[in-house]
């Protein structure tokens, strides 16, 4: 570039940029910059004026704040180049740097000063620093303790505690008013609250997760006897009144699913990001969207489960289900549920297939649901579920057979748990457990969905129309009906114009549950010498199988199978014979003293089943 005299300068107002050239140019410098290079013209000033009501225009401020040696760092945006250095604290010392932390930053928008909340060693404070050259100015509201968050609005300075407390004070330092925070939900452990944001909708949200004492706290949390990570973390709201005032007790944006979050902030578009020591940033709209869950009609509370992982993101998850649920976390809570209860939540609650049938959760499937429901094994177990000891022998609480040949013993990998239990209780305990952690999850009992809805261009799902007639919108849509849902296959259907393809097969297979109460004898011996499962499973010749299921209630559920013959009789001697005629005797041996209880239940149903080829769809609808 040539070198030219101050003669040879011309004229700013002369100067004319194209907005693209005008845009390249502010892209380079940031807000601050802009405006004093707006004060040298009004041309330029009018033109800097425009563009600042654009998002993503001027070049954005990185500040990084390091606790370990008291500095903060303005970097450029683009190179990453250091451009300013300052010390938090002129008192800093590497020997009173154990135990302090820098748990907050703020830029005011008032004075361009910048606020950092300090906590540690006698240092709780919040430390005020010039905004454009990072120098030391003052330290003040020492008398905030733990402070863990810190907001610049209607010129005061917010400043969030660990004790939650919620503090505001003057720009010169004066405390205005100091809120109590009630975060803790009743029965719930106590919640610490971490790190600090306003939204556009003048609102303040905060981060909170359980209280927990460790060695370091650079680790993330971890579960209560487990190694596995705790994800108790989450994000409440603090409404502000007009004049900066706190306007009601803090609510729940979310429940759950964070690890101990801390670091807040929005974009331009009003998406809240916050930090998780999972090593994860979380993404939570502010527009309110619901997420609607049709009824369940396949393998495991899958409605429940999807609510669960919608519940962490979504401010409200709505839950329709055709039968008249328990909603009370009182009544689902109960422990050693009696055999009657299981079978009045079966009779009411009709859409669960097989309700009272019972099934083992493996642990692969149950250390699912723990992550997404924390608490559900210890439920399940309050609840009466039968629970494997961690050594349980395979061979002797565990006897299996294929025809004539019996199963031999198998090493069981150390720490394996087996859950037995109705389907009914696995429901009901995850349905307690969802209540209990997700105040923002809501349950809507017999609402049937009649079918799904879209927008005018038919391009979107924008929600369900129940078969009262009534419309339920949400901006997100999960049926968790399966494959089968008459509600799913008219949409495709309705979308694509072409018909799914329905295919059934006859498998011949019938089978029939009775239920006894366990005898006094089996009572009687030690936990790990109980026969938790026998089965005699099918192998030709022999078509016949049967089995026994230890269950809830100190019951057995035995359990008889037929393929390709005519139903048994429902008679309980029939029911015996059919166990006693298998080639293996310990379901039958198991039996002997046992008291039945209630009639024999028939699942017919299982001779035959369908299925949809949607992969044969060939104009598949895009949303």
Not at 46 to 58: M, S
Not at 83 to 101: D, E, K, M, N
Not at 382 to 395: E, H
Not at 487 to 499: C, H, M, P, R
């Amino acid at each position: 570039m040539a070198r030219c005299s101050k003669n040879q300068i011309p004229d700013i107002n002369a100067a004319l940029f194209s907005e693209d050239v005008l845009r390249v140019l502010l892209g380079r410098l940031t807000c601050y910059e802009a405006t004093r290079l707006a004060a040298t013209c009004s041309a330029l000033l009018h033109l800097v004026e425009q563009f600042r009501k654009q998002k993503g225009v001027h070049k954005p401020r990185m500040i990084v704040c390091s606790s370990r040696n008291n500095k903060l760092v303005e970097l450029d945006w683009f190179t990453a180049e250091t451009l300013h250095t300052g010390s938090i604290s002129p008192s800093f010392s590497r020997a009173s740097s154990r135990g302090r932390w820098s748990t907050g930053i703020a830029l005011s928008p008032y004075d361009h000063d910048l606020y950092v909340c300090q906590y540690g060693s006698k240092a709780d404070g919040i430390a005020q620093l010039h905004g454009r050259s990072l120098r030391y100015k003052r330290m003040f509201a020492r008398s905030i303790k733990a402070p863990e968050g810190i907001v610049i609005a209607h010129y005061s300075v917010y400043v969030m505690s660990a004790e939650g407390y919620l503090t505001r004070l003057s720009l010169d330092g004066q405390q205005l008013s100091c809120t109590p925070l009630c975060l803790e939900r009743p029965g719930a452990p106590a919640l610490v609250p971490w790190g600090l944001a306003l939204g556009p909708d003048n609102i303040l949200y905060t981060s909170v997760d359980h209280s927990y004492e460790s060695r370091s706290y650079t680790e993330p949390p971890r579960a209560e006897g487990s190694s596995d990570i705790a994800r108790h973390g989450s994000v409440m709201q603090v409404r502000l009144t007009a004049t900066g005032g706190v306007a009601g007790e803090p609510q729940h944006l979310t429940c759950g699913g964070l690890v101990r979050p801390s670091g807040l902030c929005f974009t331009e578009d009003a998406v809240l990001l916050v930090t998780s020591m999972d090593g994860k940033i979380y993404q939570f709209a502010l527009t309110g969207p619901h997420v609607l869950c049709q009824e369940l009609q396949l393998d495991c509370p899958l409605r429940t489960l999807a609510a669960a992982a919608a519940a962490s993101t979504f401010q409200r998850v709505l839950v329709l289900d055709k039968d008249k649920l328990e909603t009370s976390v009182e009544i689902l809570k109960q422990p050693s549920l009696r055999f009657d209860t299981i079978c009045e939540e079966a009779r009411r609650h009709r859409s669960v297939p097989q309700g009272l049938q019972v099934h083992a959760l493996l642990p692969g499937g149950g250390g699912t649901i723990e992550k997404l429901l924390p608490g559900f094994y210890e439920q399940c177990s309050r609840s009466g579920a039968v629970c494997t000891a961690a050594d349980f022998d395979v061979g002797k609480q565990i006897r299996m057979s294929f025809g004539t040949q019996q199963m031999t013993a198998v090493r069981v990998p150390e720490g394996y748990r087996l859950l037995l239990a109705t389907r009914m209780l696995f429901e009901r305990c995850a349905r307690a457990r969802l209540l209990e952690q997700y105040p923002n999850v809501q349950f809507c009992s017999s609402c049937k969905v009649a079918e799904i809805l879209y927008d005018d261009s038919r391009r979107s799902v924008k929600g369900v129309r129940l078969a009262s007639g009534e419309e339920i919108l949400a901006a997100f849509v999960v049926d968790t009906s399966g494959g089968r849902s008459q509600a799913v296959i008219n949409f495709i259907q309705d979308k694509s114009g072409e018909k799914v393809e329905t295919v059934k097969y006859d498998v011949g297979l019938s089978y029939y549950t009775r239920f006894f109460k366990v005898p006094d004898r089996e009572l009687r011996l030690p936990e790990r010498d109980r026969m938790h499962i026998t089965m005699c499973a099918p192998r030709a010749p022999v078509s016949d199988g049967g089995m026994v299921f230890r269950m809830e209630g100190d019951m057995y559920q035995a359990l008889v199978s037929r393929m390709n013959k005519e139903k048994c009789g429902p008679s309980l001697d029939d029911f015996l014979g059919m166990l006693k005629s298998l080639p293996d005797l310990d379901s039958y041996n198991v039996l002997q003293g046992a008291e039945p209880i209630g009639p024999s239940i028939d699942y017919l149903g299982a001779q035959g089943t369908q299925r949809q080829f949607y992969e044969r769809i060939q104009n598949w609808p895009e949303n």
